[in-house]
């Protein structure tokens, strides 16, 4: 049975965000200086993304009320105000700067050919088989092509927890190929599928909260420390899989100051994601400042949302609202008798 709420504004779900991209930054910042034991937990991170991911916009599906094509339409542009304005703007910094990831973040680089430019900022690195101007759009891809796929499972009637853990089953499978077979490296989206469907499963679930709220950090860091102890793509499949099937269970949070920094850091991740290895580069490797560091990470993610992230989110909302609207009725003239006319 699906859940019935049209969930809006979650603290827990701020916080599985929260944790998510502060993991993707404590992963880059140890790289920086050449420590990669956080590499699990960094994947990790982007993992945590695609199942808070895929069951947020199941609830964004639910509250428009819309069914069949004018779903799949308000959905697609909506989603592409989110992502592409950002990701754009970052690319053509990087490029502008002569910046290039190196595999420890930033570096002062050759610009890019045509074909890597030009995947970068239509975000089909992975189809293009080629490298990703800055290290975090790697995910990018594969959050556009699942996107595909979300009105769909969003309108099957027939969604169930039974035929999603079978799915999750058999793409865990599917996904060993992509890896094995280079004729099959197009279809990397495969590999995280399983990290996505945990997201609709617990949107699937009733909700019955009857875990302490105070228990849902801590379930996340258990998961965490299992995939940081065992960092392999089935351990971090099946820690996303009891993820999903948890997050039904846990009672709000509701300690104030914890909601607050939560919600800051949610609101404002898709900046502190895109723009953190600019901020290690800039004041990591230009400056050896930690102060500029951190004066960057607390100012720049906000600002880069409310002057450039938000109005491009109410372009979205206005262009998908002004397609959803009802066509105006025509108006029919009458045309004069031919006896009467003059």
Avoid at 72 to 96: C, G, K, N, T, W
Avoid at 240 to 254: H, N, Q, R, T, V
């Amino acid at each position: 049975m699906p859940n019935t709420l049209s969930r809006g504004a979650s603290a827990n779900l701020d916080l599985l965000r929260s944790i998510a991209v502060l993991l993707v930054l404590l992963n880059h910042l140890t790289r920086h200086y050449r420590y990669d034991h956080f590499d699990g937990i960094g994947l990790f991170g982007v993992l945590l993304f695609f199942v808070h991911t895929s069951l947020v916009l199941m609830y964004s599906m639910q509250r428009s009320h819309l069914t069949g094509f004018a779903l799949a339409r308000d959905f697609y542009i909506r989603r592409f105000f989110r992502i592409y304005p950002l990701s754009i703007l970052a690319v053509l910094s990087a490029v502008a700067l002569h910046l290039h990831a190196d595999g420890r973040g930033l570096a002062i680089a050759p610009r890019p050919g045509p074909l890597e430019l030009v995947s970068n900022l239509l975000l089909t690195q992975n189809l293009t088989y080629s490298n990703s101007i800055i290290g975090p759009l790697w995910s990018l891809p594969l959050e556009v092509q699942m996107y595909v796929f979300l009105p769909f499972l969003f309108l099957w009637r027939k969604r169930s927890l039974g035929v999603l853990l079978l799915l999750w089953v058999v793409f865990g499978v599917l996904g060993h190929f992509p890896q094995t077979i280079p004729a099959l490296a197009w279809f990397t989206l495969l590999l995280y599928v399983p990290n996505f469907l945990p997201g609709i499963m617990a949107f699937t679930l009733p909700e019955r909260r009857l875990v302490p709220s105070w228990l849902w950090p801590v379930f996340i860091l258990l998961l965490t420390a299992l995939v940081f102890w065992m960092p392999t793509r089935r351990v971090s499949g099946v820690a996303c899989l009891l993820l999903g099937l948890g997050i039904p269970f846990f009672k709000e949070i509701g300690f104030r100051p914890l909601k607050f920094v939560a919600n800051r850091i949610a609101t404002y991740s898709y900046g502190i994601y895109l723009g953190h290895s600019f901020f290690i580069w800039y004041a990591l490797t230009e400056h050896h400042s930690w102060i500029l560091f951190w004066g960057m990470w607390l100012v720049i993610p906000a600002a880069l949302y409310h002057i450039f992230e938000r109005p491009a989110l109410e372009v979205g909302k206005r262009v998908a609202e002004r397609l959803s609207l009802p066509a105006p009725p025509r108006l029919v003239t009458q045309q004069p008798n031919a006896e009467g006319a003059d």
